[in-house]
């Protein structure tokens, strides 16, 4: 069974608006999360990180909440880009940082 | 800059055939993964390296296997390839995370499509 997953296959949102991506988990002992965008024919790229001493980080457009009780993660994405239009994967690890399990991923479409 | 490098990016094989996946970082890394990526399943570790010569299986190891002999290069060997193998194959690496620091995500090749027929 999945530890990491992303229940929504696909999301489409206007250009300028705001995206918000969810991710859930299963296991009490991850502690570290990511974010990864990835485009077709392409290896996923690293985005955002938070660790599970904080329930925010901030990068630019991109936001990452983090809600440890309910073992939900989600990413804001303001204001959206064509260029966003991806799929993007939440991963999560243990304290040891040694091993990484991802969600499905949720390919995001951000219309002009 | 950081890379991670995949031998191929795509392979056509025929069903039974030995296949030799490559993969090759050049950041010193300790830790080397190997990731298949199917749609509606997400990324899932087939095998993963912490040293030299050390493995650990993942989630779904059944028909693979893997070398290690060298810090930079992980290989993922398909002993006989079969059609539900045909798949996006992702190597990536990272540090291990008894360092003490926080910045450690994995970085990823470019991924091999492997088509087995």
């Known amino acids: 069974d999945q530890q990491v997953k992303q229940n929504s296959p696909s999301l489409s949102v206007q250009e300028g608006r705001i995206s918000i991506l969810n991710c859930d988990y299963t296991?009490?002992?991850?502690?570290?999360f990511l974010w990864y965008k990835k485009y077709p024919a392409e290896g996923p790229t690293f985005l955002i990180s938070?660790?599970?001493?904080?329930d925010k980080n901030e990068d630019g457009r991109f936001t990452v909440f983090l809600n440890k009780s309910a073992k939900h993660l989600s990413l804001h994405i303001v204001p959206s880009q064509p260029g966003d239009s991806a799929v993007y994967f939440c991963?999560?690890?243990?304290?040891?940082?040694?091993?990484?399990?991802f969600g499905s991923g949720t390919k995001l479409n951000v219309k002009p | 800059d950081v890379k991670v490098t995949q031998s191929s990016r795509y392979l056509v094989k025929r069903t039974g055939e030995k296949v030799f996946l490559e993969c090759v970082q050049d950041?010193?890394?300790?830790?080397m993964f190997w990731y298949r990526q199917d749609p509606g399943l997400g990324l899932r570790l087939i095998y993963f390296?912490?040293?030299?010569?050390?493995?650990e299986k993942g989630d779904i190891p059944e028909g693979y296997s893997v070398s290690r002999e060298k810090k930079e290069r992980f290989s993922l060997i398909l002993e006989s390839a079969s059609t539900n193998q045909t798949s996006m194959y992702l190597c990536?690496?990272?540090?291990?995370?008894?360092?003490?620091?926080?910045?450690?995500?994995?970085?990823f090749g470019q991924g091999t499509r492997l088509t087995v027929v």
């Open positions: 390296s912490y040293d030299v010569k050390m493995k």
């Open positions: 296991n009490s002992m991850f502690d570290y």
């Open positions: 990536a690496s990272s540090l291990p995370g008894d360092r003490g620091s926080r910045n450690t995500e994995a970085f």
């Open positions: 938070i660790s599970s001493i904080k």
């Open positions: 991963a999560a690890s243990e304290d040891n940082f040694n091993k990484f399990y």
């Open positions: 950041m010193d890394h300790e830790n």
